[in-house]
C-alpha cells in the first residue's frame, strides 16, 4: 500500500512569513494526525482528525495555527505568521482505527530565520 | 492525562552487547505502549506494540519489550544489537479512553560501536 505522502520536504523561510503543509493519508484510514518534532525531543502532537472533524487540538498555538481536513482525506497545516520557535520537523500520521499503530510520513523540515 | 518518560537521551554500546532503553509511563487508566523507531533520514515507524494478553511482545528484528504493571515500565531490550540497529527510539503511550492519542516520548539514541 502507498504509505503517508507529505509536501514540501523542506522549507526555510523568514519569521513573520506564512507557509502551509499538505498530508496524504493512506487510503481509507480515517483518522490523521499532525505532530511537531523540534531537534531533540519526541513529537508532539498538534491536532488530530477522526475523519473531517477534529478529536484534539489541546496543544495547537491556535493564534498562529490552522489545520483542515475538508474532505476527510487529505489535510493541511498552516503556519501565519511563523516564529523562529516554529523551526522543526512537521509529521503527519494517520491510522486505520482505534488504537491501530500509526504511520508516519517522512516529515516536512521547516527552518525560520 | 498519561506522560512517557525516556530517561536516556543517549546509549552507546558495542557491537554484538546487550542493550536495554528504558520507558517509564504514567496514567490512571489502562495503557495501549509502543515503541517506534527513526532510522537516520528515514520516517517514524513501529517497531512493537503492547495491546493486551502476553506482557512480554517481541519485534522482527529481534527486539523485544515486557510490560510491567506495577512498575509502569515498557523497557526495550535486545541481547545483541548490530550497527543497523543504529537509530532513535520512541516510546509512546495511549489509553482505552484517550479516543486514540498517542504520546510519545522524548527519544533514545542508540548508537552502535563496531
Known amino acids: 500500500e502507498a504509505g503517508v505522502a507529505q509536501s514540501p520536504r523542506y522549507k526555510i523561510i523568514e519569521k513573520r512569513q506564512s507557509v502551509a503543509f499538505w498530508c496524504n493519508p493512506i487510503?481509507?484510514?480515517?483518522?490523521l494526525y499532525w505532530y511537531q518534532q523540534i531537534l531533540g525531543q519526541g513529537p508532539k502532537l498538534l491536532i488530530q482528525?477522526?475523519?473531517?472533524?477534529?478529536?484534539?487540538d489541546s496543544q495547537l498555538p491556535k493564534d498562529r495555527f490552522s489545520a483542515e481536513r475538508l474532505k476527510g482525506v487529505d489535510s493541511t497545516l498552516k503556519i501565519q505568521p511563523a516564529k523562529l520557535e516554529d523551526s522543526a520537523v512537521y509529521l503527519c500520521?494517520?491510522?486505520?482505527?482505534?488504537?491501530?499503530?500509526?504511520?508516519f510520513g517522512n516529515g516536512t523540515r521547516l527552518t525560520v530565520t | 492525562a498519561q506522560s512517557v518518560t525516556q530517561l536516556d537521551s543517549q546509549v552507546p554500546v558495542f557491537e554484538e552487547a546487550p542493550v536495554e532503553l528504558r520507558c517509564n509511563y504514567s496514567?490512571?487508566?489502562?495503557?495501549?505502549l509502543f515503541w517506534y523507531v527513526q532510522y537516520p533520514n528515514q520516517g517514524l515507524q513501529l517497531l512493537l506494540k503492547y495491546l493486551s494478553g502476553s506482557t512480554l511482545v517481541e519485534s522482527i528484528n529481534g527486539f523485544e519489550a515486557e510490560f510491567n504493571k506495577s512498575q509502569t515500565s515498557f523497557h526495550l531490550r535486545k541481547p545483541s544489537v548490530h550497527i543497523s540497529d543504529t537509530a532513535e527510539y520512541f516510546c509512546?503511550?495511549?489509553?482505552?479512553?484517550?479516543?486514540?492519542?498517542?504520546?510519545f516520548g522524548s527519544g533514545t539514541r542508540l548508537s552502535i560501536r563496531p
Open positions: 482528525f477522526q475523519n473531517n472533524g477534529v478529536v484534539d
Open positions: 500520521a494517520s491510522s486505520g482505527g482505534y488504537n491501530s499503530p500509526l504511520h
Open positions: 487510503s481509507g484510514h480515517a483518522t
Open positions: 509512546a503511550v495511549t489509553s482505552y479512553s484517550s479516543a486514540s492519542k498517542i504520546i
Open positions: 496514567s490512571s487508566v489502562s495503557v495501549y
